[in-house]
């Protein structure tokens, strides 16, 4: 017989419960700190702006390592782009609502994985109930239902496997079994051409290139064009295609468009085709009684998708992957497919890595849970009601001010604009390198952080709203910096 020998030093130290509550308390001292700093804005920036160059000489330098973990924890927030920052006004990820990092410390304790039932009970059971009564906010029928994954590229994903799963079915045929090629005819998918690049590599993940995205046009507002859906419709079908669902997007991610989801539902209905709805940004506003009009239509969705660590304030990832129909949630990685169709009452609800791609999956519903034990549902319409009125009013003051222009009227808290070409023999291309340079500079120094798309031919900067904190004076100093630097970005293109 082995001998065991004694636990080490360095393990007994490492799972000490003395030197958790001393790191813990460090963290959220340093938390608290930060939190403070980038709500008063009290940095230069909200931005750090290093070169990739710069930050790797920096964390290549020995001496960073000498402060063990409070020095990481010190320089990682300095180094950061802050969120909390009212000026930061970025790219689509949550301002968290700060409490929600302590449930993330909770869940990383236990760290239960979800695969099956036993790994992790509570976080299982929430989530089966969280997702059935969120599915029915958003307006699905009251036999939905969901999971919760890792992120919106992955939840379309998994939501187009159900979709093909739904066709394989209706053919009478075994696709998880037996592979794609199984399909008498090539598959696609309509979707918007502002639409998200993930349905695009869904399609491609799935195996049916870089022909199984079809793209529909969109109109002037960048909204997915209803009779080009039924052209292109009518063009696959005479191509012997079969379509393996049209998606909506709610909304776009570059302009924040939100695509005409009850005339695209009536489309899908008529030809009996999945109808996926793709709301990893702005699903969230049929939570507020003041918008939810832009996803009129939802309620008729086969699968919808919502990101909540974008407009619901949550640590990402935590993806929802919503089901019209609860029993259609075991189609994309179900084994048996007789079984779902037979015993539909007999599946085993609590396991739920049959109904996900990841097997081990980290804590996600006690995220939820937790924030409806402490604010109620209602904090999202809160939210997203502030996101959307900074939206509204940044469109507003860019509308009325001398010298910009919009690319459309903002219907989310995305907002693209850009200086107007103040010379009509200077070239859009060449007006697009302006505002490219003009941005680069702004980006080294000025105080707020926005970002840069390009779209109908026009490069234009872009603001998404995710902090509740930004306020007006924000977007004036934003608009004021860009007007400061922009006769040097014109004279370096002279
Ligand atoms: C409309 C839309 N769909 C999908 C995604 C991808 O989501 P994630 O970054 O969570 O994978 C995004 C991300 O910005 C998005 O805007």
Redesign the pocket.
């Known amino acids: 017989m082995p001998q065991l020998p004694p636990v080490s030093d360095a393990l007994r130290r490492a799972f000490s419960p003395v030197r958790f509550a001393e790191s813990a308390t460090k963290a959220t001292e340093l938390l608290t700190s930060h939190l403070k700093q980038a709500q008063e804005r009290q940095a230069f920036s909200s931005y750090p702006a290093p070169s990739p160059e710069e930050e790797r000489t920096f964390w290549s330098d020995s001496d960073v390592w000498k402060d063990g973990r409070d020095g990481i924890f010190a320089n990682v927030i300095a180094r950061s782009n802050h969120l909390h920052d009212p000026r930061y006004m970025g790219h ?1 990820v949550a301002t968290i609502i700060p409490e929600t990092a302590s449930t993330g410390m909770v869940t990383d304790m236990l760290n239960n994985g979800q695969a099956i039932y036993e790994m992790g009970p509570s976080n299982a059971v929430q989530e089966d109930l969280l997702m059935s009564e969120i599915a029915r906010m958003l307006g699905l029928p009251e036999e939905s239902g969901g999971i919760l994954c890792h ?4 939840g ?1 994903l998994v939501a187009l496997m159900a979709a093909q799963r739904h066709v394989a079915h209706q053919l009478g045929l075994d696709s998880w079994q037996d592979g794609i090629h199984v399909f008498p005819q090539p598959l696609v998918v309509l979707v918007s051409e502002r ?2 690049y ?1 349905i695009a590599r869904a399609m491609r993940t799935m195996g049916w290139g870089a022909e199984g995205t079809v793209l529909v046009r969109t109109n002037h507002k960048h909204q997915m064009c209803v009779d080009d859906l039924q052209a292109q419709l009518k063009r696959v079908l005479d191509q012997g295609k079969r379509v393996l669902a049209v998606v909506g ?1 709610s ?3 570059s302009a924040g468009a939100f695509d005409p989801l009850e005339d695209i539902s009536s489309v899908c209905k008529r030809h009996g085709i999945w109808f996926h709805v ?1 709301g ?2 702005g699903a969230s506003v049929a939570f507020s009684s003041t918008h939810r009009h832009l996803v009129t239509g939802i309620e008729h969705a086969d699968t919808v ?1 919502l ?1 909540f ?2 407009t619901c304030g949550l640590p ?2 935590c ?1 929802g992957v919503f089901y019209g129909r609860y029993t259609q949630s075991f189609l994309p990685f179900s084994q048996h497919a007789e079984y779902l169709w037979d015993n539909a009452e007999d599946e085993d609800w609590w396991d739920t890595g049959k109904r996900t791609f990841e097997c081990t999956k980290r804590m996600l519903s006690t995220r939820l849970a937790a924030i409806k034990a402490e604010f109620g549902w209602g904090i999202w319409a809160e939210l997203v009601d502030r996101m959307w009125a900074l939206g509204n009013v940044l469109g507003a003051m860019i509308e009325m001010r001398d010298g910009w222009e919009l690319a459309m009227k903002p219907e989310a808290n995305i907002v693209c604009f850009r200086p107007l070409c103040p010379d009509p023999e200077i070239s859009i291309v060449h007006w697009n390198d302006v505002i490219k340079c003009l941005r680069k500079m702004h980006l080294k120094r000025g105080s707020s952080y926005v970002v840069m798309t390009e779209f109908d031919g026009k490069v234009w900067l872009r603001c998404t709203l995710m902090n509740p904190l930004t306020d007006t004076t924000d977007f004036e100093t934003m608009l004021q910096e860009f007007e400061a630097l922009l006769p040097e970005a014109i004279k370096s293109f002279s």
């Open positions: 689509q992120g919106g590229t992955l379309n639409a998200h993930c997007s909304c776009t991610t793709d990893a940004h998708v990101d660590h974008k990402a990832l993806t």
